[in-house]
C-alpha cells in the first residue's frame, strides 16, 4: 500500500514496487476447473467445489430414466461478468488516538454490521473500537456485496500517518479487483414416458 499527497503520487511511488511472483497454473472455465486434475485455487478444496446439494429420490428419479420413451436434454451456459458500477469504490478511513476509535466510511450492501465485525477482527481491536458508515449509494447487485481490502486498510493507514487517508477506485481496478458475478453452466435433463401431439388454445373472455 503506498500512501501520498495526491493519487498521482502515489501511482508513481507504487511504480517503484517489485514484485516477485510465482506462476502458476491456472484454469478459467468453470466446468473445467472441476474436472480431475485441474489446477488448484485452494488445497482444501482439492476438487475445487466449494458446495454439492442434492435433493429429490435418486432411486425415483433413476426408474424414471430407465423407463422413459424419450430423454430432452438441455447444455446451456451464461459467461460470467463483472460489475461496472456508474459510481467507482471509495473508501474513507480515519483513526481517533485519543479514543482508539477506527471508522470506515464507503458503500457496500454486505450491511454496516458485517463490515464492523471483519474490520475489528482484521485490525485486532474489540468491535467498540470500530466504526462503519453507508451512505447513500447507486445499485448493488452483487459488486458491493463483499468486504474490500480498502474497508480496512484505509482506517489503518490513517493510524500510522496521523490524519484520514481517502481511496478512490478507478474504472480499471473495477475490472481487475471488484467482486465478479458468477457464470452459470447448467445440464437439465427431463423423461417422457408418452410422446403424443399436444394443442394449445387460447380463450380469451371480455
Given at each position: 500500500m503506498v500512501v501520498a499527497e495526491t493519487k498521482a503520487a502515489?501511482?508513481?511511488?507504487?511504480?517503484?514496487?517489485?514484485?516477485?511472483?510465482?506462476?502458476?497454473?491456472?484454469?478459467?472455465?468453470?466446468?473445467?476447473?472441476a474436472t480431475p486434475g485441474a489446477?488448484?485455487?485452494?488445497?482444501?478444496?482439492?476438487?475445487n467445489q466449494s458446495l454439492n446439494c442434492e435433493v429429490g429420490d435418486q432411486e425415483a428419479t433413476d426408474e424414471a430414466f430407465a423407463s422413459a420413451v424419450h430423454?430432452?436434454?438441455?447444455?446451456?451456459?451464461?459467461?460470467r461478468i463483472t460489475g461496472s458500477p456508474m459510481e467507482p469504490r471509495s473508501c474513507v478511513g480515519s483513526y481517533d488516538s485519543?479514543?482508539?476509535?477506527y471508522t470506515a466510511r464507503a458503500a457496500s450492501g454486505r450491511g454496516v454490521v458485517q463490515t464492523r465485525v471483519r474490520l475489528a477482527s482484521i485490525l485486532g481491536v474489540p468491535e467498540e473500537q470500530a466504526?462503519?458508515?453507508?451512505?447513500?449509494?447507486?445499485g448493488n447487485y452483487g459488486t458491493r456485496n463483499a468486504f474490500y481490502s480498502e474497508y480496512a486498510l484505509t482506517p489503518w493507514a490513517a493510524g500510522k500517518v496521523g490524519r484520514p487517508v481517502k481511496w478512490v477506485g478507478d474504472r480499471s481496478e473495477c475490472f481487475l479487483s471488484d467482486y465478479q458475478g458468477r457464470d452459470l453452466a447448467v445440464t437439465a435433463e427431463l423423461p417422457n414416458w408418452h410422446w403424443m401431439?399436444?394443442?394449445i388454445s387460447w380463450v380469451c373472455a371480455a
Open positions: 502515489a501511482a508513481d511511488a507504487a511504480e517503484f514496487i517489485e514484485i516477485d511472483y510465482e506462476p502458476l497454473p491456472a484454469v478459467t472455465d468453470a466446468r473445467a476447473a489446477p488448484v485455487l485452494w488445497p482444501a478444496r482439492p476438487d430423454i430432452v436434454k438441455l447444455d446451456t451456459w451464461v459467461n485519543t479514543t482508539g476509535l466504526r462503519v458508515y453507508f451512505g447513500d449509494m447507486g401431439p399436444m394443442e
